[in-house]
């Protein structure tokens, strides 16, 4: 059994804004997977529907045969504690420490005690940041910045890593560092799930990618690279001219 399904999933926003249409892929557990495509093609969302972030339109969204829409607003905390989430904009606490910083997030999720500084220490350990867990956010560089991004949202052992644009605004050396921890993670057993616009890091990786376009799913590829600007382009292009010919036919 897939540990994530993806069955005819649609999110429409106001004003009939189309964010994912129809969308239906299964993710098996272990897997590292990329979401590409242009900005507004789906990718982020893909995301919030599968930790319950946002609400399906219509399909539906399952993790292990369970339907996530299904869950109440008491059963949410506790099915997102099985996912690491890491964005750029999600940012670190500037007055307190990375250390203080991890240990806050833990707490938020449940968890209390001597523990939550083990495992704050843990995550900095495997991400490379523990000697600078007494630092402040303002005083890293962009790279140590994303690393201590990564070290919490893997502190509380999630079974399953989001991470949308983790390279954000980052040079190459730093972006392959980040990518380098990502692939040890997954061998080490964890789901890795990443929205990125690398598509240098992306072509390198050769994992399987799921490319999105004006909301629909429009390539499935294992060990596969970023398709060129051009086919994006393209590929969006097709996608709304045919959107535009459905809505004319109902219409008529």
């Given amino acids: 059994m897939a540990e994530i399904r993806f069955v005819n ?3 429409v926003y106001d004003e009939d804004i189309i964010a994912l249409e129809r969308a239906s892929f299964d993710i098996g557990q272990g897997e590292f997977l990329f979401f590409i495509g242009r900005n507004g093609a789906g990718k982020s969302t893909a995301l919030k529907l599968l930790t319950g972030q946002e609400t399906v339109t219509g399909g539906e969204v399952y993790m292990n045969g369970s339907s996530v829409s299904a869950l109440n607003k008491k059963q949410l905390p506790y099915f997102r504690r099985q996912f690491g989430i890491m964005k750029p904009d999600l940012g ?6 990375i250390l203080d910083n991890i240990i806050f997030s833990l707490r938020a999720t449940g968890h209390y ?5 083990e495992l704050a220490r843990a995550s900095l350990g495997i991400t490379g940041m523990l000697h600078k867990m007494n630092a402040y956010p303002d005083e890293l560089s962009g790279g140590e910045n994303a690393k201590a991004l990564l ?4 502190s509380g052992n999630p079974r399953i890593l989001v991470l949308d644009e983790p390279t954000a605004n980052l040079d190459p050396d730093s972006s392959w560092d ?13 789901t890795i799930l990443a929205a990125s616009h690398d598509r240098e890091m992306v072509s390198v990786m050769r994992k399987r990618v799921i490319t999105l376009s004006a909301g629909r799913v429009v390539a499935d590829e294992r060990r596969a690279i970023y398709n060129a600007m051009a086919a994006d382009i393209l590929e969006e292009r097709r996608v709304l001219n045919e959107r535009q010919l459905l809505r004319g036919r109902e219409i008529n």
């Fill in 9 to 11: 999933v649609s999110k």
């Fill in 92 to 97: 670190l606490l500037r007055n307190r420490s």
């Fill in 113 to 117: 005690g001597r523990k939550m500084e």
């Fill in 151 to 154: 070290a919490r949202a893997i």
């Fill in 178 to 190: 980040i990518f380098c921890l990502l692939e040890e993670l997954n061998r080490q057993g964890m």
